[in-house]
T-cell receptor, first 112, second 115 residues
Framework: ELKVEQNPLFLSMQEGKNYTIYCNYS?????LYWYRQDPGKSLESLFV?????AVKQEGRLMASLDTKARLSTLHITAAVHDLSATYFC????????????FGAGTILRVKS | GAGVSQSPSNKVTEKGKDVELRCDPI?????LYWYRQSLGQGLEFLIY????????KSGLPSDRFSAERTGGSVSTLTIQRTQQEDSAVYLC?????????????FGPGTRLTVL
């Protein structure tokens, strides 16, 4: 059974600081997804990582994938308040049409 | 273009009643998924459609839950004899099943409250 673990589950940061969210998964997969969810809203796709060593960056967020270690990281650089949200990683089994298995989510609060 | 739409946005029902939740996927997306999000269980997969058929129903929690998709487009999730534990946000997603990515795009969700 594919399992996905995120840590930390809650992260309170000061503006301007850097931090990393970790996502571990239990079985072989080359496809990992990061989503953002604002309170009361749906999931917004942030990054799609499709191969070992993949790195994607958007603004202050950078995601990477190490399929050998079964690990993805979401790095936050110089956090700003607008980044406050819940971040989910998700993995599928690498087949078309597969369901996504989500981590529990990391609640990020950036304090001014 | 238009994203995934869902209706109703909120539904309050009494225990034992049946409810229908609707999802309209992104045009051209052949794959459609239903997930459920609740405080205790996080994000759980319910069912996947490819076209009008459902090759993966493994996440449906009981036989009170059913779903159908017609015309390769709109899908309806039906919950019969609702129970309080069915209270959750029901999310629909769609994707293009082609190429390398299985990126799924989510609708705004239906918040179901069973009294």
């Amino acid at each position: 059974e594919l399992k996905v673990e995120q840590n930390p589950l809650f992260l309170s940061m000061q503006e301007g600081k850097n931090y990393t969210i970790y996502c571990n998964y239990s079985t072989t997969s080359d496809r990992l997804y990061w989503y953002r969810q604002d309170p009361g809203k749906s999931l917004e796709s942030l990054f799609v990582l499709l191969s070992n060593g993949a790195v994607k960056q958007e603004g202050r967020l950078m995601a990477s994938l190490d399929t050998k270690a079964r690990l993805s990281t979401l790095h936050i650089t110089a956090a700003v308040h607008d980044l406050s949200a819940t971040y989910f990683c998700a993995v599928d089994r690498g087949e078309y049409g597969n369901k996504l298995v989500f981590g529990a989510g990391t609640i990020l609060r950036v304090k001014s | 273009g238009a994203g995934v739409s869902q209706s109703p946005s909120n539904k309050v029902t009494e225990k034992g009643k049946d409810v229908e939740l609707r999802c309209d996927p992104i045009s051209g997306h052949t794959a459609l998924y239903w997930y459920r999000q609740s405080l205790g269980q996080g994000l759980e997969f319910l069912i996947y459609f490819q076209g009008n058929s459902a090759p993966d129903k493994s996440g449906l929690p009981s036989d009170r839950f059913s779903a159908e998709r017609t015309g390769g487009s709109v899908s309806t999730l039906t919950i019969q004899r609702t129970q309080q534990e069915d209270s959750a946000v029901y999310l629909c997603a769609s994707s293009v099943v082609a190429g390398v990515s299985n990126e799924q795009f989510f609708g705004p969700g239906t918040r179901l409250t069973v009294l």
